[in-house]
């Protein structure tokens, strides 16, 4: 596709709920990262995906939290036994090379629309 | 703490309109810096990437500059638009190792009305 698309676009849930979130990157990106943004907060850094060497899990808020990349491509985000702290803004970024986590000077990250979650 | 400040938290200004956005980060080490925009409802675009070395980059209408010995960086937007109301956010990367995550501002929402 043209961009990072990510689905669904919104998302409520109960409380207790197991909730997946997917993110679609742009073809041929090797890196893929995971943030939630919440509200009148700045982004928060989860998880980070750089081809097939193991995922760097250390943002992630909790073990309720997890994600997997299938194929070096789709990436789910799963957050299990839903809590109301988790209603947030999740976005996914990717992008063509990384180096590291962080992705480098001149490696940009692009961002998907995002994946609003409520926990009621 | 690696943090990144950002101010004001918000500003409305009148189209056509010159505004400057803040950025004030204690990172260190020191990477590079970025500006963001974010549209509500969509994912943050780039708008500029500095490294430590550079002092000012443009993007059309957008010009970062950088002063890493005070650890400040602005945003200037020239002739506003009312397209350019969203969100901008200044992110901070703070290694060359690339092993330490990106550190976000909270952002200034812009405000551009006729």
């Known amino acids: 596709g043209a961009g990072v698309s990510q689905s669904p676009s919104n998302k409520v849930t109960e409380k207790g709920k197991d909730v997946e979130l997917r993110c679609d990157p742009i073809?041929?990106?090797?890196?893929l990262y995971w943030y939630r943004q919440s509200l009148g907060q700045g982004l928060e850094f989860l998880i980070y995906?750089?081809?097939?060497?193991?995922?760097?899990k250390s943002g992630l808020p909790s073990d309720r939290f997890s994600a997997e990349r299938t194929g070096g491509s789709v990436s789910t985000l799963t957050i299990q036994r839903t809590q109301q702290e988790d209603s947030a803004v999740y976005l996914c970024?990717?992008?063509?090379?990384?180096?590291?986590?962080?992705?480098?000077?001149?490696?940009?990250?692009?961002f998907g629309p995002g994946t609003r979650l409520t926990v009621l | 703490k690696n943090q990144v400040e950002q101010s004001p938290q918000s500003l409305i200004i009148l189209e056509g309109k010159n505004c400057t956005l803040q950025c004030n980060y204690t990172v260190s080490p020191f990477s590079n810096l970025r500006w963001y925009k974010q549209d509500t409802g969509r994912g943050p675009v780039s708008l500029t990437i500095?490294?430590?070395?550079?002092n000012t980059k443009s993007n059309g209408r957008y010009t970062a500059t950088l002063d890493a010995d005070t650890k400040q960086s602005s945003l200037h937007i020239t002739a506003s638009q009312l397209s350019d109301s969203a969100s901008y956010i200044c992110?901070?990367?703070?290694?060359?190792?690339?092993?330490?995550?990106?550190?976000f501002g909270k952002g200034t929402r812009l405000s551009v009305i006729a």
């Open positions: 500095m490294t430590f070395s550079e």
């Open positions: 995906f750089q081809g097939n060497s193991a995922p760097d």
């Open positions: 073809s041929g990106h090797t890196a």
């Open positions: 970024a990717s992008s063509l090379v990384s180096w590291g986590v962080a992705g480098g000077p001149y490696n940009e990250q692009f």
């Open positions: 992110v901070v990367s703070p290694d060359f190792s690339g092993n330490t995550p990106l550190v």
